[in-house]
């Protein structure tokens, strides 16, 4: 998952590094950010601002600062002055956004620009090597960023949805549904005691589903969780899932291709997420949708389903396939809990707002108007069930501007969780895991029979 549109592979090589390098010693970090809002949530007409101070590494560099409207449309430029020992980074919030604030180190103290490092000792891991050290967004460029929403629950849609949506996914789904779904399960063995699990093979539409099942090694009936994967392409995670069902759930784990669920790599192109992406029906997200509508009607013939909660849950593009799901099958879905849902807002650059993954090019019209069939946005005012999803203000693979946009428009109680701090949670692992731990939080209360009753924004 990527900012650009280089290879998916090197994509996931360096977000990897950048993984590695947050999880080890963290950036030094030579500024300090106070908001003038803990929550970063401002009403319209408000000042949106910081406070800006030397951090626990003194500044060794001078920085200038950009602020951006949903991180396209640039508001006001200024330069960092802490002689006095602090300084303000502010302007008025005057309509619905994302206010996204990039602060670049760009020469030393005395104004000389030191020579960028050899390209493999620096850049933080993505893109060219940096002259500079420190910042937060997971990269030591430094490189620091900032984030604010002014009156978020009143983004609308950048784009009108299409007049035909339902009536193409209805189509679609009606076809399916005509294909028997011919599981296939293979026994796997595990270390966790008190768990049986199976790979499953199901024919799908145009294509086949596979991936993980797991439950308790008891008779009963179970509530179930799908687990939706997030971008690039490798085996899952067979022992993550048979803990959760150690806990007590039927767990389905979807693997995102047409491959063993085992299987690192299985032929899937590298570049998986732009192919057909100008023909809504050669897209590869189309398959990808309507295999995880196979795994759920899967499930709801399983006789060890409890026959009632069935969790969706994933992060990234697995959040992104979870709202899709939840919005192609709305009436079977007892909670949704994502963790920086990719894949909305996809025409947000023709609107001023920056857009994330899977980055399709904006200036080919045919790709943006396909685009419109795979955007979370426009399955959302489908979903029924309750939603909890949390997202980083300084993301730029998720941007928060396209999550906003999603949340309002589903008509059920939903939970957003803003992540202040947080880019995409492969970069900033740290300040992201605030939802994680409220996506288990969640489990753990519907494992145990009580239902989710979301109350808006979760401060």
Not at 165 to 190: E, G, M, S
Not at 320 to 334: E, F, H, M, N, Y
Not at 350 to 369: C, E, F, I, T
Request: charged share 20%; aromatic share 8%.
């Amino acid at each position: 998952m990527i900012r650009t549109r280089p290879n998916l592979v090197l994509a996931l090589l360096l977000s990897a590094v950048a993984a590695l390098a947050q999880r080890g010693t963290p950036p030094p970090q030579q500024l300090a950010f106070a908001p003038y809002h803990a929550s970063g949530v401002y009403d319209l007409g408000e000042t949106v601002g910081w406070t800006v101070t030397p951090g626990p590494v003194a500044p060794t560099y001078l920085y200038k600062w950009t602020i951006r409207r949903n991180n396209a449309v640039v508001l006001k430029e200024g330069k960092l002055d802490l002689s006095s020992g602090k300084d303000k980074i502010e302007i008025a919030g005057d309509q619905p956004e994302m206010i996204y604030v990039a602060i670049q180190a760009y020469a030393n103290l005395n104004g000389e620009v030191p020579a960028a490092p050899a390209a493999a000792e620096g850049g933080g891991g993505r893109g060219p090597a940096s002259p500079f050290a420190g910042g937060n967004a997971g990269r030591s460029n430094g490189y620091y960023a900032v984030g604010a929403a002014v009156a978020p629950t009143k983004l609308g849609l950048s784009t009108p949805r299409p007049l035909d949506f339902d009536a193409f996914w209805d189509d679609k789904l009606a076809a399916q549904a005509k294909i028997p779904i011919n599981p296939v399960l293979t026994p796997v063995q595990t270390d966790v005691e008190g768990v049986e699990m199976d790979m499953f093979q199901l024919d799908a539409l145009g294509s086949r589903a596979h991936g993980y099942v797991a439950k308790p090694a008891k008779e009963g009936k179970f509530p179930a969780v799908m687990q939706l994967q997030y971008a690039g392409v490798y085996a899952l995670n067979a022992r993550a899932d048979a803990q959760r069902a150690a806990k007590g759930w039927l767990v389905i784990n979807v693997d995102s291709h047409d491959k063993l669920p085992n299987d690192p790599s299985g032929g899937i192109p590298a570049g998986y997420q732009a192919v057909g992406n100008n023909d809504r029906e050669k897209c590869y997200f189309l398959s990808m949708y309507l295999r995880d509508s196979r795994a759920l009607d899967y499930l709801m013939t399983r006789p060890d389903w409890d026959g009632k909660t069935i969790v969706l849950t994933g992060g990234s593009m697995g959040g992104q396939q979870s709202l899709v799901l939840a919005g192609l099958r709305p009436d079977k879905i007892t909670a949704v809990l994502v963790c920086v849902p990719a894949g909305a807002d996809s025409n947000g650059d023709l609107h001023g707002r920056k857009a994330g993954y899977p980055n399709w090019p904006s200036d080919k019209p045919d790709v943006m108007q396909t685009a419109l069939y795979f955007d979370t946005v426009n399955f959302a005012s489908r979903i029924k069930a309750p939603v909890m999803a949390g997202f980083g203000f300084i993301d730029t693979i998720a941007p928060p501007a396209g999550v906003w946009t999603a949340l309002n428009q589903i008509p059920s109680r939903k939970e957003p969780l803003p992540m202040i701090e947080s880019e995409h949670d492969n970069l900033t692992p740290i300040q992201g895991r605030a939802c994680p731990a409220r996506t288990n939080e969640i489990l753990d209360t519907l494992v145990a029979g009580a239902e989710f009753m979301p109350d808006g924004i979760r401060q």
